[in-house]
């Protein structure tokens, strides 16, 4: 999944006639983040995603699965058969996965199941259109919201203004898991 993104963001890009710094300066992303979006070496986070996408002109969901062929008023993901693959590690110091099925258009709402390391550094804060839906699966994540920190454990669940500051880390001895619906419509 992940060259297929990089892909897309070069095409769409493309299509535009923007160069790379063009879309850099629009997105307010370095260039070699960029490059390494394309070429399939690195993994744009949620955040990155939505910023590319509102840039390019396309829906979140056509950067994350493409064209869309499926209803958009019933689609069924099948556990381990339907999601688009897991993500590496971004960014922002988790992987994801992509709960909708892939090629579904219409969606306002975006699932992915995110997973954290607690072993990896607490990434910079973040913001990016829209609003998220967050519920921690298992493990402990700490939240840092608009300057403020919260600790978040299994079962809790958070819904926040996505254009204010933010980052989620995970903390503890194991993984965390959290099903994270992001809105950017």
Not at 25 to 52: H, N
Not at 67 to 94: F, H, N, P, W
Not at 111 to 137: K, N, T, W
Not at 162 to 173: E, L, P, Q, V, Y
Request: proline share 4%; net charge negative; charged share 20%.
């Amino acid at each position: 999944m992940r060259k297929y993104v990089g892909e897309r963001v070069q095409k769409l890009r493309e299509a535009q006639g923007l160069s790379q710094q063009e879309v850099c300066k629009l997105t307010g992303m370095e260039i070699s983040q960029l490059q390494s979006y394309e070429d399939g070496t690195a993994v744009p986070s949620i955040g990155v995603v939505i910023k590319l996408s509102r840039v390019l002109g396309s829906k979140i969901e056509g950067l994350l699965h493409g064209g869309g062929t499926v209803s958009e008023s019933l689609t069924i993901c099948r556990a381990g058969q339907s999601y688009t693959g897991q993500m590496g590690t971004t960014e922002q110091s988790y992987s994801y996965s992509s709960l909708t099925r892939p090629g579904t258009v219409g969606h306002i709402m975006e699932p992915f199941m995110l997973i954290f390391d607690p072993r990896a550094p607490a990434p910079h804060p973040i913001s990016h259109d829209g609003q998220e839906f967050d519920f921690i699966v298992s493990g402990t994540i700490e939240l840092l919201y608009d300057g403020q920190e919260y600790r978040l454990e299994q079962g809790d669940s958070v819904y926040l203004d996505a254009s204010k500051s933010h980052r989620f880390h995970g903390i503890g001895d194991v993984p965390a898991h959290m099903l994270a619906v992001v809105c950017a419509g």
